[in-house]
């Protein structure tokens, strides 16, 4: 089935460092991939989306490019800040046809001043 | 404003009683989904409305319940809590479906059935 794999935390950083968080999926068929980050007391919002292969998303300074070759998602960031300090969770979305995001684990990130 | 809000953010419940838990959206979307999610666990898709069709999960078939008034309301409801009930519920809602269409989280209701 449709599954997601992702860095299992915590993961905690010194500000200025950089961040990878790792993302695999599983799918037999085209789907969109996402990243929503969830900070303390919120519900999970979108950070970036992208629907195609071999393209690239970014903001706010992360970045993640759908490679299909490796069915990955990798999360980076060049310099994390304190306030990055979240849970990061990789979505798979429309996947086998299916109207459900599938969602990883999450990787809790705290990054210290 | 792409708000979600759900109420309560808190709720104590009994076991083998019920649970109504509410949401709202203002952005005209068509769809409305609810998650639960427990610690350490990814969040699980429950049931979705498409406009006035619900749709609900195998596994959660029996389990929850759902009704859609209005394009802006949704509420989940559980019959009669048990303890495995206990977790944190996302009520989300997209413009669309299919997957492709971001969807808008509210904050969650957590849910502690004793």
């Known amino acids: 089935g449709d599954s997601v794999t992702q860095t299992k935390g915590p993961v905690t950083l010194s500000e200025g460092t950089s961040l990878t968080v790792n993302c695999s999926y599983e799918t037999k068929q085209y789907p969109t991939l996402f990243w929503y980050v969830q900070y303390p007391g919120e519900g999970p919002q979108l950070l970036f989306k992208v629907p195609k292969a071999n393209e690239k998303g970014s903001n706010r300074g992360f970045e993640a490019t759908y490679d299909k070759g490796t069915t990955s998602f990798h999360l980076q960031k060049a310099s994390v800040q304190e306030s990055d300090s979240a849970v990061y969770y990789c979505?798979?979305?429309?996947?086998?046809?299916?109207?459900?995001?599938?969602f990883g684990s999450g990787t809790q990130l705290t990054v210290m001043p | 404003d792409t708000t979600v809000k759900q109420n309560p953010r808190y709720k104590l419940a009994r076991v083998g009683k019920p649970v109504n838990l509410i949401c709202s959206q203002t952005?005209?979307?068509?769809?409305m989904y609810w998650y639960q999610k427990k610690p350490n666990q990814a969040p699980k898709l429950l049931l979705f409305?498409?406009?006035?069709?619900?749709?609900r999960e195998a596994d959660t078939f029996e389990k929850f319940q759902s009704s859609r008034p209005n394009n802006s309301f949704c509420s989940l409801y559980i019959g009669s809590a048990g303890l495995e009930y206990s977790a944190m519920y996302l009520c989300?809602?997209?413009?669309?479906?299919?997957?492709?269409?971001?969807?808008?989280f509210g904050p969650g209701t957590r849910l502690l059935v004793l």
């Open positions: 409305y498409y406009d006035k069709i619900l749709n």
């Open positions: 979505v798979l979305g429309g996947a086998s046809g299916s109207w459900q995001l599938i």
């Open positions: 989300a809602s997209s413009r669309g479906g299919a997957g492709q269409d971001t969807q808008y």
């Open positions: 952005m005209n979307h068509d769809t």
